[in-house]
C-alpha cells in the first residue's frame, strides 16, 4: 500500500501522509472487526543510494530487515530520472508471521532527489526521523565515499551524518585508506560506526576465538608469534586487514598477507603458530570453513556469503561502542601504513 | 539474563561479547537415558542446533547412556535421524552434523549395574584427552525418576562425581511426587553433591517469555511501583492445553494436573511475578528471592481445600465436528479413575506486598485452546467517573489489566480506557500491545538450548534449588493430601470447555471472575 507522490518532499506533507496510511489500514481492520495490524518500530533507519547503486533494491532490503528491526525505513535515492528535486512517498511494509493473524506493519518512506539535490535532503530528513529512537545512517551513496567528492555531495554527507547515531558503510568496494580515513573521522567526532567489511568477518572471528577460550589449552594466544592471510584479491582487502589487526592486535603477532585461489571473495585462509602449535582455518568449499590443528583436531564449520541483509541484521543489533571493531581499525591502520 | 558464574582462568581477548555467543567451558556431557523420548526430542536438537551456531565450546562431546546395546556409530546414526526430524525452526547441515557426530559417545548399560559406571569412567577419561574437555562433566538425568537416587549414589560410589574439573548433575521433573519423597531424594542426593553442583530443571522458566518477565518488571522504572496489594486486585496465571493425555494416559492418571504443572511450573512462575528485586542479577540472589516468595505462600488447611482448590476431569465432547474422548475412556486409564486433568487453586502471599491479594492458578487439559498467560488485575480508579458508561459487570469495573503472555502470542498488554470518537463522554477498553515476535524477529533459543548452555556456563538462576523445591511442594501438599482422600463425582467438565462450575464458584466467593484469556 502506497501514496501518490508528495511534492515538495516537506516534512509535514510526508507525515501527513503516512498518517492517512495508518488511517486506511485502521479501516481494514474495522472491517474486518478485530485487531489485524500492529505496527512496530525500534529506530528509524535511512539507507542512501547514488545513480551507481541503481540495481540495489533498497526498498526490498528494507522489508527483509524489518522483520527482525521494526524501523521507519527512509529511502533515499539519487537520480537523474526524478522528475522534481525532491520528491516523496510513503507506503507500508507489512508481513504476517507464520501461524499468526495479525500483520506487522512498518513505515517506509521514498524520496527520490535529483543529483543536484543530495546536500537539501537533511533538513526534510530531519522532520521524519522517529522520536526518541536511534537513527541509523547506512550510506551506499559511493560517490559522496569518496575522498574527492564534489563538495555538494560531502555537504549532502555530513549534514545527514549529523543526524545519525551510528553510521554503516561498506568498505569492500573502497581504497582501503579511503575507507579507514572516513570512519576514522567519523569516530572522533564521537558517532557510533560500522563498517559491513568487518561484519563479514564473524563466521571467521567466533571460531577463532572459541579456540582460545579453553583454559586447558598450553598455546595461548601470547605464543602465537606468526599470522598469515591469504586472500583473492592482488592487495590484501579490507577484510584480511582488520582480520590481521583484530588477531594481532593484543600481542602484535607479525603479519603476512598472500594472495591465493580459492572461493568467492576476500580471505581464504588464515593460518597462526607458534613455536608447538599451528593451526588453519580454511575456506574448503564456497559452504564451508574447516579447522585444522597440528594436536590433530578438525572441524568444519557452515560458511555462506552472507547476504547484505543478513550482514545489516547483525549490524542493527549491535546498538553500543564496538570495541572490538574499534581495537582492529586502529591496528589495521598501523598495518596498512 | 545469563550470567558467567565462573570465570574462565585467563581472559580471551579475542572474545566479542557484542557478537558471539555467550562463552562456555569445554565439557563431557552425559546423558543416562540417552535412547528416551526427551533426548531425541528436545537433548539431541538443542545440543545440534548449540553446535550449528557455535555457541558451545569447540572441545565438548556428549556420551549417551542407556541399556541398549550400540555402539557410538550406531548412536549417531539414530541421534541424526532424530536430530534431523525434530529440530524445531532450524536448517540441518549434513557437513556439520559430521562435525558434531565426531563428538557423540555411547556406553551401553543398567544404571544399576557396577560395571557400566567403570565403562562410562573409561569412556570419560577417553574424551577428555580426545577432545580437551577439561574434566568438566555434566550429567543429564533423563531416566525414569525411580533411577535418580540410585544412579547419584552410584555416581558417588564410582567416585564420578569429582575430577579434574567441575561435576554438575541436571535433574529432569518430576522432583519427588510428594512432600516426603522430594526431601528422601535431597537428602540422598546431598550426600554425594553439593547443592551447588545439582540443577533441577523446570523447563518452564528456560521459555524467553518467562525471563522476560524479570526484564520486565526489574528493567524498567514504572511498574515496580503499581505492583503490590494498593494496586493490584487479583492475578490469574492459566495454563491451558487443547490436548488430551496423548497416549500419556499411564503416567497423567499417576501425576494429574496439580502435581505435573502447579507444584513445578506454575508456582515457579507465581514466584517470578511476585518476588522482591534481588539486590544483585545473579543465580543465588535470585533463587533467594524466588524461595522466600513461596515460603511466604499460605499453606492452605486441609478443612478449606474445598474452598481453595478445585479439581477437574474432563468428559466426552464433540468439538468442531470431533468427538473427543473423556479421560476415563483414553487408552490406558482405568475407568473410575479420580485424577485431576484440571485444577485451580487460590493462593495467598503473605508478605507485606500481596497480603490479601488472591493469586488463581489454572491449569488443565481439554480447554478450548492452548495458552499460557499471567494477568495482573489492577484496582479500578477510586471515583467512577464514567461508571454509567461501563455497566456490565466486574471486567468492565476494573479496567486496567497488564497481561504478559506465555505462549502461544508471546508478548505483554495492557488493557485501558479510551474515549470513543464523537460527542459525549463514552469509554471503551482498548488494548496496547508488544509483541515479542514483532520487536525481535529472529528465532529464539528453546528453553532446552538456554537451560544447558546455563548449566554449561554454571548458571543456575533459572533451575530450582532445594528449598525452591521443597517449599513448592509444601503449598500443594495439603491439597493432594485431601483430594486422595475423597471421591469425586468425575467427569465434572466437557472437553473444550474452561473447566468445572466450582472453579469459577470458588472465584465468585472473592468477587472475581476468570478471564478468557
Not at chain 2, 459525549?424 to 544447558?452: C, H, I, K, Q
Amino acid at each position: 500500500m502506497s501514496t501518490t507522490i508528495i511534492f515538495p518532499a516537506q516534512p509535514e506533507q510526508i507525515l501527513k501522509g503516512l498518517s492517512k496510511l495508518w488511517t486506511s489500514l485502521g479501516e481494514e481492520e474495522k472491517q474486518q472487526g478485530k485487531p489485524t495490524v500492529l505496527r512496530a518500530c525500534a529506530m528509524t533507519l535511512i539507507v542512501a543510494t547514488d545513480e551507481a547503486d541503481a540495481g540495489f533494491a533498497a526498498s526490498q532490503t528494507i522489508s527483509e530487515l524489518m522483520h527482525e528491526h521494526p524501523a521507519r525505513g527512509i529511502v533515499l535515492a539519487v537520480s537523474k530520472e526524478a522528475e522534481n528535486d525532491l520528491q516523496a512517498r510513503v507506503l507500508a511494509q507489512c508481513w504476517k508471521p507464520f501461524g499468526k493473524a495479525q500483520q506487522i506493519c512498518c513505515e517506509q518512506i521514498e524520496i527520490t532527489a535529483k543529483p543536484g539535490s543530495w546536500q537539501n535532503a537533511a533538513p526534510t530528513l530531519a522532520g521524519l526521523t522517529a522520536a526518541d529512537l536511534p537513527v541509523i545512517f547506512w550510506c551506499r551513496h559511493h560517490g559522496a565515499l569518496k575522498k574527492d567528492a564534489i563538495e555538494t555531495d560531502k555537504a549532502g554527507l555530513d549534514a545527514i551524518a549529523k543526524l545519525a547515531t551510528k553510521l554503516i558503510i561498506d568498505t569492500s568496494g573502497m581504497e582501503t585508506a579511503e575507507g579507514m580515513d572516513l570512519l576514522t573521522k567519523w569516530q572522533s567526532e564521537g558517532k557510533l560506526v560500522a563498517d559491513l567489511e568487518w561484519t563479514r568477518l564473524t563466521p571467521w572471528r567466533e571460531p577463532i576465538a572459541h579456540i582460545f577460550d579453553n583454559p586447558a589449552r598450553e598455546n595461548t594466544i601470547k605464543a602465537f608469534h606468526t599470522l598469515e592471510i591469504e586472500h583473492i584479491e592482488e592487495k590484501p582487502p579490507m577484510q584480511a586487514l582488520y582480520l590481521a589487526g583484530w588477531l594481532s592486535a593484543p600481542y602484535k603477532a607479525k603479519v603476512q598477507f598472500r594472495r591465493a585461489a580459492g572461493f568467492g571473495r576476500g580471505i581464504q585462509r588464515v593460518s597462526f603458530r607458534s613455536d608447538a602449535e599451528a593451526i588453519e582455518f580454511e575456506r574448503t568449499s564456497a559452504e564451508c570453513v574447516t579447522l585444522w590443528s597440528t594436536n590433530g583436531r578438525e572441524r568444519k564449520y557452515s560458511f555462506g556469503e552472507a547476504s547484505v541483509t543478513a550482514l545489516m541484521t547483525e549490524e542493527l543489533a549491535v546498538a553500543g561502542f564496538d570495541q572490538a571493531f574499534t581495537g582492529a581499525l586502529e591496528r589495521a591502520r598501523e598495518l596498512a601504513a | 539474563m545469563s550470567v558467567l558464574v565462573q570465570p574462565l582462568t585467563e581472559p580471551n581477548p579475542l572474545q566479542d561479547s557484542l557478537r558471539f555467543a555467550r562463552r562456555v567451558p569445554p565439557c563431557a556431557i552425559v546423558i543416562f537415558g540417552a535412547s528416551g523420548d526427551l533426548s531425541k526430542r528436545k537433548l539431541l536438537p538443542s545440543l545440534y542446533r548449540l553446535f550449528y551456531e557455535r555457541r558451545i565450546s569447540q572441545n565438548f562431546a556428549v556420551i549417551g547412556s542407556s541399556r541398549t546395546p550400540m555402539s557410538d556409530e550406531q548412536f549417531r546414526e539414530r541421534m541424526k535421524e532424530s536430530v534431523s526430524k525434530f529440530l524445531e525452526d532450524a536448517p540441518f547441515d549434513e557437513d556439520i552434523w559430521k562435525s558434531f557426530a565426531q563428538c557423540l559417545f555411547y556406553v551401553a548399560g543398567d544404571l544399576s549395574e557396577e560395571d557400566s559406571y567403570e565403562r562410562l569412567r573409561t569412556k570419560l577419561d577417553a574424551v577428555e584427552k580426545s577432545h580437551q574437555t577439561a574434566g568438566n562433566v555434566l550429567f543429564y538425568l533423563s531416566t525414569q525418576p525411580s533411577y535418580y537416587a540410585e544412579a547419584i549414589k552410584k555416581l558417588g560410589a564410582h567416585q564420578l562425581q569429582k575430577g579434574n574439573g567441575w561435576r554438575r548433575v541436571i535433574i529432569e521433573k518430576p522432583f519427588g511426587h510428594d512432600l516426603e519423597s522430594a526431601r528422601l531424594l535431597n537428602e540422598e542426593i546431598h550426600q554425594v553433591l553439593d547443592e551447588n553442583d545439582v540443577y533441577r530443571i523446570d523447563h518452564y522458566l528456560g521459555k524467553e517469555t518467562v525471563q522476560n518477565i524479570l526484564a520486565f518488571r526489574f528493567g524498567n522504572g514504572i511498574f515496580e511501583p503499581l505492583w503490590n496489594r494498593r494496586y493490584v486486585d487479583n492475578v490469574q496465571i492459566t495454563a491451558a492445553e487443547s490436548i488430551g493425555v496423548e497416549g500419556r494416559g499411564g503416567y497423567y492418571q499417576e501425576a494429574g494436573a496439580l502435581r505435573d504443572m502447579i507444584q513445578n511450573h506454575l508456582s515457579q512462575v507465581m514466584a517470578t511475578v511476585a518476588m522482591e528485586p534481588p539486590t544483585i542479577f545473579d543465580a543465588a540472589n535470585v533463587r533467594d528471592e524466588r524461595a522466600k516468595l513461596l515460603r511466604a505462600v499460605r499453606v492452605v488447611k486441609p478443612d478449606d481445600v474445598s474452598k481453595y482448590a478445585v479439581a477437574g476431569q474432563y468428559g466426552p465432547a464433540n468439538v468442531g465436528g470431533q468427538n473427543l474422548l473423556g479421560f476415563r475412556q483414553e487408552p490406558s486409564v482405568t475407568s473410575d479413575a479420580q485424577t485431576d486433568t484440571y485444577a485451580a487453586v487460590t493462593f495467598f502471599i503473605d508478605n507485606w506486598r500481596w497480603a490479601d491479594v488472591p493469586f488463581y492458578i489454572r491449569t488443565g487439559k481439554r480447554m478450548p485452546k492452548r495458552v499460557t498467560d499471567i494477568a495482573i488485575q489492577f484496582n479500578a480508579p477510586p471515583l467512577g467517573l464514567f461508571s454509567q458508561e461501563t455497566k456490565g459487570g466486574l471486567r468492565e469495573a476494573r479496567p486496567n489489566l497488564l497481561v504478559l503472555r506465555i505462549q502461544p502470542e508471546e508478548g505483554i498488554s495492557l488493557r485501558f480506557l479510551s474515549k470513543s470518537p464523537g460527542s459525549g463522554m463514552r469509554v471503551r477498553p482498548v488494548s496496547m500491545d508488544f509483541n515479542y515476535g514483532s520487536s525481535f524477529g529472529e528465532r529464539t533459543p528453546t528453553a532446552y538450548e538456554t537451560l544447558l548452555v546455563d548449566a554449561m556456563a554454571g548458571d543456575a538462576t533459572l533451575y530450582t534449588r532445594q528449598d525452591m523445591v521443597d517449599a513448592s511442594w509444601q503449598i500443594v501438599q495439603p491439597i493432594l493430601d485431601v483430594w486422595g482422600n475423597s471421591k469425586f463425582d468425575f467427569p465434572n467438565y466437557a472437553a473444550g470447555t474452561w473447566g468445572p462450575k466450582a472453579s469459577d464458584e470458588m472465584l465468585a466467593r472473592q468477587g472475581h471472575v476468570w478471564r478468557v484469556p
